[in-house]
């Protein structure tokens, strides 16, 4: 069974940074995409950033420049890291890690077939 665990819930102010980290466990292919997503309530969620196995990433508009994914692949074990500067309220959300053993280049939760269960990310002003 594949598992998403996700670390690092924090709490900053506008301008600060933070590093998410996501932990795959489980039967893993050749193949997958990582990617985080956050959602406030009474929006959609959105996509922030993806990672493929093959070293593609992309960002969504409103972190671009101010989030970086990246991936390690211990033995066994693959991780994505989040690194969130220059951070502002409205970076304010839940964010989930998600998977998919596709290569996509995609930032819709509809792409992604396993999901972490989410860590709280608040920035004050």
């Known amino acids: 069974k594949v598992q998403l665990v996700e670390t690092g819930v924090g709490s900053v102010q506008t301008g600060g940074s933070l590093t998410l980290s996501c932990a795959v466990s489980g039967y893993i292919y050749t193949n997958y995409t990582m990617a985080w997503f956050r959602h406030v309530p009474r929006k959609e969620r959105e996509g922030v950033a993806m990672i493929d196995s093959d070293g593609k990433i992309m960002y969504g508009d409103s972190v671009q420049g101010r989030f970086t994914i990246s991936l390690a692949r211990p033995i066994d074990v693959i991780t994505t890291h989040l690194r969130m500067n220059a951070l502002r309220p409205d970076d304010t959300a839940q964010y989930y890690c998600?998977?998919?053993?596709?290569?996509?280049?995609?930032?819709?939760?509809?792409?992604?077939?396993?999901w972490g269960q989410g860590t709280q990310v608040t920035v004050s002003s």
């Open positions: 998600a998977l998919d053993f596709s290569l996509w280049e995609s930032l819709k939760a509809e792409d992604y077939t396993h």
